[in-house]
Nanobody
């Protein structure tokens, strides 16, 4: 089993920044791809960013490319999502998730999930 706990959400103005964290416990963190997803009210959960177990490879949704950066510190069993130039349309509950495979973007493929953290961007 893998347990994930997100933190760092909040309310910021458009153009601002937030850094989300995902603390992971359980099985070897570095064995899993880590992904970040988000879900806005009335919308399906969507992929935001992913990072390989070693941290060497990353991939992003087009809507966040160039604004968001995913990273991980395997020594601390923690993943991060740095979000810059935030827009009101980035408002959502953000989830981190773990996957035994790399490169997948469909939420149903991910094995383990955190509870989510609310991010609200005001205009």
């Amino acid at each position: 089993q893998v347990q994930l706990v997100e933190s760092g959400g909040g309310l910021v103005q458009a153009g601002g920044s937030l850094r989300l964290s995902c603390a992971v416990s359980g099985r070897t963190f570095s064995s899993y791809t880590m992904g970040w997803f988000r879900q806005a009210p009335g919308k399906e959960r969507e992929f935001v960013a992913g990072i390989s177990g070693s941290g060497s490879w990353t991939y992003y949704a087009d809507v966040v490319k160039g604004r968001f950066t995913i990273s991980r510190d395997n020594a601390k069993n923690t993943g991060y999502l740095q979000m810059n130039s935030l827009k009101p349309e980035d408002t959502a509950v953000y989830y981190c998730a773990a996957d035994s495979s790399y490169g997948r973007t469909w939420y149903a493929d991910y094995d383990y999930w955190g509870q989510g953290t609310q991010v609200t961007i005001s205009s």
